[in-house]
């Protein structure tokens, strides 16, 4: 899909979810991509660990692709990047943090050889006929950019994730000049952060969580454990500054959380006093009120340190009456129910929870329609591309910049795969490449795919029963069987009624295929699935999968 | 657990929880039960229909019972009638509409012989020692009642599903002169309706959205579907008033939905003006702005009527631009994915979406803290039992009455089977009965329990995988086999040299087994299930099922 003059942008991911951002921005032979994210399942995503966008596209042109670029150090912009840079390694433009924290996720994924390049805000770099700057933003990470790209036919602005936070914790303001510098120059084409689209107003200042978490820590007689995204680096600063200003030491416990901590700390991202640090099996000399734990959970992940609390399987740590839980994170769409479940449980150990809905502990990373429409207003575009969001949200953002003047045609409502192609004055969707999920379920890449996932989903919603024959290879006869074996059916030991009534009807449906000199294997299965599918449905409403496997002597 | 002089309140379920409500009322030989409903299984219960409360006790306690009373006929409350009036057929009282909806409950499960008693809000009715009386409340379904009961120890307030409505769609006014009454002449325990204890301030009247519904009206030019529960009776009736007011015929979808309106018509709780209802097939002849459609799957229930528009495999309407899509409910916690998907579905065929994030066309049907307290200073009770509610919610209540001045100690967080035990004068926790979760998949109710949903969360993540091999009898040479079959495991055709390279591994376990004379089953089986799980492990990180089976000719 090579053009001349014409400008391409290509979503992978990102639109129509929440998750696996990725873009590509292509000009004659020249390919950047502008973060390369994952997801994380939805429910119906059975036993799926990952999901990644699919890469087809890139492969195919991959002597074009000169660089990736980065946004930010979240997840669901850098975590499916060691899976490119697999197949094509190519420099890593990103600021000293997000660099920080992928570099973690290659040596995990034990890749070596690859080319990270630190940019600080406010750095342009040129790759091929693109000129790339990076715009200081404000999220809930430092170091957050938006992007522009000078192209021949002009310029693109991605906000990335951002809020326009008039007091940030790091004390780093978005550079709201730049934008407007941008736009006083003229934008082709803006892509703007949609995931707050549907909120009216503005979003909460970081400023007002210092408040919210300082009235917590005063009030607070015992331990306190705060469990948010190890990602969240603004969170973890203010808990450290508030801990030290209430005399707390400070374990951090989990995985993530101590690597994120380390690397923000190395980095100078984080400001952890001398001494505050303390390890686990050093808590047991301070005071109650003098500990503060740091942990992983928010989201109700099963396996993480907030969840193990919950329901007392933690290695180090027992909740009991006395110590305060703080929850500072917003569930994502999908895990409010596990998240409930845990605040219930803790509250039952006899903690103290303080948890969103009814307290200010936590604010969004990202901006509301009033923030929206001020980023629209500064950059002004002659075309508008709604980014990072559930349809919904996009639809929702389409009409917020529709509303500012923006004409209807100008703005595209898109889906990944789309090719947005750009002049320097006309822009349209010319074609579509192949954009999809691609699933990683333990070591497998790709290797699960939907026909699996039915499978799975038969499976978990009826079960299965496994009917096994042994026939003589000469004369067809019933040799041994039919066995029958349930999993996720019904409770054997009560229902052995109904699975003897099941064995003794499949026996007939065999008797009848040899007494009618039916012997190819597939019509004799066709039989036990009918026969048996019938005669179970009858009895339960269900529809376990039924299996039929015929051995031969 | 008879006791003389004492009064026992046993909840056997809605406590820690939402759903499946159901409370014994004891003394002496005298057990009348409040409530009999069902919850919606969580995601993690797979393949589950319904969930209803354990009746054990009831059962063992049978020759007591005396009658049900019914607050009011939502699901949750009357959802599990059919399981307890089979086992046990006691008179049922309630108002109309609850019998109405109960008695088509029992047709379906070709019940008859049952004896349901109308009574009215302010009617009395004598069980035993119980005085029992029913109190006009406010809900999102007409002659939603609160309820007392009178014993020689005292009287008990239990407020049913309520909130404080000053102006409620059929003009009934909750009697709070009753409440005031009652709390005047002394109450000894009132249980509260806890569902939106941890929201602030009042709920909003339904008045406010009969305002919202005409907007959209107004605006509306094509045709408009409004989904919302089938039992949200307040809702349709102001859906009705509206689409009179524009001109709009209604035609209703879905089969409980249907249910209600005709049921709720017969018995004068909906007002339905002549002419206005139109059969499916008579829409052609109306044009779209003359269409208010009501259908069921405001909660994203995939085979309800709204789901089956927004994948467009809906039998007699196909959405497209032009159409308004009015969603007037609020999603359950856990069906929040679901419901985000269709609304985005429903974007995406042109369809302009209301949802209740960005509108005013739904209104919570409980009451919020300010309801929550005066209904506590109305009644001023000695005892406080917060009902109805996730055990944040029960805490966050129970929180509520302590500051209002109810002694802590007197304050009850309770679990479902709990023993309530109260004199005069005490109050206390006295035991512990069964009651816990029974689940109804198909036609079983209780033969899924917890070992089968286990399996079918391992079978849900990882897959199956059947091993047969067909032994000798005589000397256990291996005959036949192993065969493996999988499903949910991996896609066999991309896989074929990693189950290739297993079913050599199982034979040279089996190979081992046989040369050192190991021919017990059970330890064949083991072996095979080590050696492969084992190595699919290794190769992919995943453990699937394995199911070893052995067959002897």
Request: hydrophobic fraction near 40%; include cysteine; charged fraction near 25%.
């Amino acid at each position: 899909m090579e053009q001349k003059n014409k400008l391409l942008i290509i979503p992978l991911g990102g639109l129509g979810e929440i998750g696996k951002n990725m873009t590509v921005f292509q000009y004659g032979d020249d390919i950047v991509i502008l973060d390369v994210g994952l997801a994380f399942p939805e429910d119906d995503l059975l036993g799926i660990d990952l999901v990644i966008p699919d890469m087809t596209y890139l492969i195919d042109n991959r002597d074009k692709v000169r660089a990736v670029v980065l946004t930010h150090g979240h997840e669901d912009h850098i975590g499916a990047l060691s899976y490119l840079l697999k197949e094509i390694n190519v420099p890593v433009y990103g600021t000293r943090l997000a660099l920080g924290l992928v570099e973690g996720r290659l040596k995990e994924n034990r890749l070596t050889g690859y080319n990270l390049m630190p940019v600080k805000p406010g750095d342009e770099i040129t790759i091929g006929e693109f000129q790339i700057g990076f715009i200081q933003g404000s999220h809930s990470i430092p170091d957050a950019c938006g992007l522009y790209f000078t192209t021949p036919v002009g310029t693109v602005v991605h906000t990335g994730d951002f809020k326009i936070d008039q007091t940030p914790v790091d004390g780093k303001l978005i550079d709201i000049h730049k934008f407007a510098e941008l736009g006083n120059k003229g934008v082709l084409v803006l892509m703007s952060d949609s995931t707050n689209a549907e909120r009216p107003g503005y979003t909460g200042s970081e400023r007002e969580v210092t408040l919210a978490l300082d009235e917590e820590f005063k009030q607070a007689k015992g331990r306190i454990v705060m469990a948010t995204f190890a990602s969240n680096v603004s969170r973890i600063q203010q808990a450290v500054y508030t801990a030290c200003k209430y005399g707390r030491k400070i374990v951090v416990l989990g995985r993530s959380m101590v690597n994120v901590v380390n690397v923000a700390t190395d980095l100078g991202y984080l400001e952890m006093p001398e001494g505050t640090l303390i390890e686990p099996e050093e808590m047991k000399r301070f005071r109650d009120d003098q500990i503060l734990i740091l942990t992983t959970g928010s989201q109700g992940e099963p396996m993480a340190g907030l969840s193990r609390m919950a329901t007392n399987t933690h290695r180090s740590v027992s909740i009991s009456a006395g110590d305060t839980i703080l929850i500072a994170a917003t569930p994502i769409p999908g895990n409010e129910t596990s998240v409930s479940k845990i605040i219930d449980s803790l509250f039952r150990l006899g903690a103290h929870v303080v948890y969103e809905k009814i307290s200010g502990i936590h604010v969004s990373g990202h901006a509301s329609q009033e923030e929206l429409k001020l980023m629209l207003n500064l950059v002004r575009p002659k075309f508008f591309i709604p980014v990072h969001g559930e349809y919904r949200m996009l639809k929702k953002h389409g009409k917020i910049a529709e509303d500012l003047g923006i004409a209807h045609e100008n703005v595209f409502m898109g889906n990944n795969g789309d090719v947005f192609e750009f002049t320097k004055d006309t822009g349209r969707v010319a074609g579509k490449v192949k954009a999809g999920r691609v699933f990683v379920d333990g070591l497998g890449v790709g290797d699960v795919g939907n026909i699996v996932i039915r499978d799975r989903q038969q499976l978990s919603k009826e079960g299965i029963i496994v009917v096994v024959v042994t026939l003589d290879k000469q004369s067809g006869a019933l040799l041994s069987g039919p066995d029958l074996v349930s999993r996720g059916f019904v409770y054997v030991r009560d229902s052995s009624a109904l699975m003897n009534e099941a064995q003794v009807r499949v026996r007939a449906a065999l008797e009848r295929c040899e007494s009618n000199n039916i012997s190819d294997w597939s019509s004799i299965k066709l039989q036990v699935r009918e026969v048996l599918g019938k005669y179970l449905f009858e009895k339960t409403r269900r529809r376990p999968m039924i299996i039929p496997i015929i051995m031969e002597v």
